[in-house]
């Protein structure tokens, strides 16, 4: 079952890396999507991919994403899967 989730990352997530880790990540897992930095000082992230992939990325993330980064709060948003994207990049 295809799924699409926003992903709103709090803590230290800027300037330490966050973004290309979870770019990495995404890319290992073979979800499409983006991570992008948010004006707030949160990252978010929208990834689509089958429950495992979705799984997998999520628990890297709760279980504190890449060593530099300190994650203070997640906040996941289930979406409606849609066939408007097809990689996953790094949002500027």
Do not use: C
Request: hydrophobic share 40%; charged share 20%.
């Amino acid at each position: 079952m295809i799924k699409k989730v926003k992903i709103n990352v709090k803590g230290r997530v800027q300037g330490v890396g966050f973004r290309f880790f979870t770019y990495q990540q995404a890319q290992q897992l073979g979800l499409v999507g983006y991570v992008r930095n948010l004006d707030n000082g949160e990252v978010e992230i929208i990834a689509q991919g089958n429950s495992l992939q979705i799984a997998k990325l999520t628990q890297w993330i709760e279980n504190g994403g890449p060593a530099s980064s300190r994650i203070s709060h997640v906040k996941i948003y289930e979406l409606l899967p849609q066939n408007d994207l097809t990689s996953f990049n790094v949002r500027y």
